[in-house]
């Protein structure tokens, strides 16, 4: 991580005294720590457009220093207040010091120096913060769209809650979860994924939840589930909308009271996990048809992250292909080392149902076959206007991700031709045009 470019200062006031390496964290990151010892208390001295927010170290402090400090933080209420207190479970007279309460109102887990930073940042100036950050580098883009996206995971991360990832196919709805996991305090436990609709659905509970042996014909051991192995971790349950009724059922459980019960037992165990799920399909839809509980639907609904199209990443097209290139590259020798100018302009147009996904796979693939070092719109497999080419198999997907675009575009831009062009990058004949092409009379959705 790099220091944020200083036109306004952060600055850490430190009640207590850093240590060297919590110092170097902190100013790796752009802070500046000021350390205010409550013996001998110095001016908190804020200055208008500085960023500061303060550390109540109650690791050092004594009850004394504590009474101290919070005479001088009541002199200064807007400043936001952080905690850093000993290892957790520690009886700790000082841990009941109303100061303590008070922090963690604001910010209610007590981190640790590397969680207490990521906090610091989501409350600072997060693009900015954003631009040097290794876990996020693995969601690139510069598009206002992402920038908000990455600034909402960041405010996710820490806060110990389900998130809904919600985002057509290929959008990074798994990268995503994965950073939320190592943007979080469970960064050093286990990482769990699964794909719900991959499962056979005989087999779903058993594979999340374990069983016992002889549960079964051919459970012949005792098998621990997903959500006993990540356990103190994260589970990322991908394709949510997918989850047979009856482990939906189970999922509940883990939700409401952090247990489950292995199959072909009826004890039941603790689990102390975090759920992230994604759907790219609409949940609340599967919920009116009934095939997704409704009270499952909300308690996995409280925070919802959503990765928007490529096409609507304005600018992203071009430093994405750039960099799959360079990345490719960089590991196989290959003639190719840019794009021609009409296979730019195709990508622009191109509307990338598969999104980020089948970009990397149309780049790689025009990688390998270009036989020039500019890789044309034959490469990449699109016609100059835009429109994927010699991909049979995959028309029909195609036609029913254009179909979702339109209908999206149509709705947020409240069914206005011109808006929802602008926005779909095409002519405003095109979208009469898909509208006849899907059936769809704008009369009718108006
Ligand atoms: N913003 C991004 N920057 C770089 N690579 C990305 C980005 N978003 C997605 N990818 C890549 O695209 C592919 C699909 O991402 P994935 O998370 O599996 O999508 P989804 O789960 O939404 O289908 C992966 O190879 C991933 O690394
Ligand atoms: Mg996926």
Known sequence: ?????????????WFGKPGAR???????????????LPQQPADIGMRGG??????????????????????????????????????????????????????????????DIKELLRQLQALGDAPLALAHDDVLDTLLGDSEVML??????????????????????????????????????????????????????TLVQSELFGHERGAFTGATTRRHGLFETAHNGTVFLDEIGDLP???????LRVLQEGTIERVGSNQPIHVDVRILAATHVDLERAVDKGSFRRDLY?????????????RSRDGDIELLSRHFLADFRARHRIRARGYSSEARHAMERFQWPGNVRELLNRVQRAAITAEGELITCQDLELSQDGNGAGLGQLTHARTHAERETLLSCLQQSRYNVSACARMMKVSRVTIYRMCRKHQLTLEGLR
């Open 1 to 13: 991580m790099a220091a944020a470019p200083d036109s306004s200062k952060r600055c850490v006031i």
């Open 22 to 36: 919590e110092k170097v964290m902190l100013a790796a990151d752009g802070w500046q720590v000021r350390a205010v």
């Open 50 to 111: 500085d960023m500061v927010v303060g550390l109540i170290d109650f690791r050092s402090s004594s009850d004394n220093e504590l009474e101290r400090i919070s005479q001088l933080t009541a002199e200064h209420r807007h400043m936001p207040l952080f905690a850093l207190t000993p290892a957790q479970g520690e009886d700790d007279v000082r841990m009941s010091h109303p100061l303590l309460a008070a922090c963690r109102q604001q910010f209610p887990h007590p981190p």
């Open 148 to 201: 908000v996206m990455r600034a909402t995971l960041r405010k996710f991360a820490p806060v110990d809650l389900p998130v809904l990832i919600t985002g057509e196919t290929g959008t990074g709805k798994e990268v995503a979860a994965h950073a939320l996991h190592r943007l979080s305090s469970r960064h050093g436990k286990p990482f769990q994924a699964v794909n719900c609709g991959a499962i056979p659905s």
């Open 245 to 251: 009724l009856d482990a939906q059922t189970s999922l």
């Open 298 to 310: 909300y308690r996995l609904n409280v925070l919802r992250l959503s990765m928007p199209p490529l």
